[in-house]
């Protein structure tokens, strides 16, 4: 069964700090995606890694996908209150089926 | 473009009423799921169609839940009867069939079963 874990569970900063939020799985995916939802709504899709190694920079997160495509990393820079909301990573499991981690629930203090 | 239109937004039954809950997907999209969303245990996938056919329901929890794709614009999830277990988020997301498995979500219907 493939599994995607990401951590940590919770993160509270303050405003300008910078962060790194990780998704790991032993198992190997064809794309990671990695999703925002801010209460009451649904998940957002913020951006879509394909090849192993690859970098992606929105605004200011940064988005890596591991050589092995097994693993995902999420850097902001300096965060801000915005910013606040459950980071959710999803892997191509094969055929039509997401797997999704847990989710990082980020709180950004102003 | 309208994104995923889901209604109703919040629902409030009784233990053992039906409960019908409504989803539109993205035009031109021929993939939609079905997710329950709780604290305890994050996003799960119930049902998943493809081109209005069910590909896999392995997901729903029970024979008291039931889904529907009659078109390519509407699909409809079931609950009878609805017990306060059923209490959650539920997401309607839908996707290009040849995508990378991106799924754009509704806004989801918050279900309360008292």
């Known amino acids: 069964t493939q599994l995607l874990e990401q951590s940590p569970q919770f993160l509270s900063i303050q405003e300008g700090e910078n962060l790194t939020v990780y998704c790991n799985s032993s198992s190997v995916f064809s794309s990671l995606q990695w999703y925002r939802q801010e209460p009451g709504e649904g998940p957002v899709l913020l951006v879509t890694?394909?090849?192993?190694?690859e970098v992606k920079k929105l605004k200011r997160l940064t988005f890596q996908f591991g050589d092995a495509r097994k693993d995902s990393s999420l850097h902001i820079t300096a965060a801000q209150p915005g910013d606040t909301g459950l980071y959710l990573c999803a892997g191509g499991a094969g055929g039509f089926k997401t797997i999704f981690g847990a989710g990082t629930r980020l709180f950004v203090k102003a | 473009d309208a994104g995923v239109i889901q209604s109703p937004r919040h629902e409030v039954t009784e233990m053992g009423q039906e409960v019908t809950l409504r989803c539109k997907p993205i035009?031109?999209?021929?993939?939609l799921f079905w997710y329950r969303q709780t604290m305890m245990r994050g996003l799960e996938l119930l049902i998943y169609f493809n081109n209005n056919v069910p590909i896999d329901d392995s997901g729903m929890p029970e024979d008291r839940f039931s889904a529907k794709m009659p078109n390519a614009s509407f699909s409809t999830l079931k609950i009878q009867p609805s017990e306060p277990r059923d209490s959650a988020v539920y997401f309607c997301?839908?996707?290009?069939?040849?995508?990378?498995?991106?799924?754009?979500f509704g806004p989801g219907t918050r279900l309360t079963v008292t």
């Open positions: 890694v394909v090849t192993g190694g």
């Open positions: 997301a839908s996707r290009l069939g040849q995508g990378p498995y991106e799924q754009y």
């Open positions: 035009s031109g999209h021929n993939s």
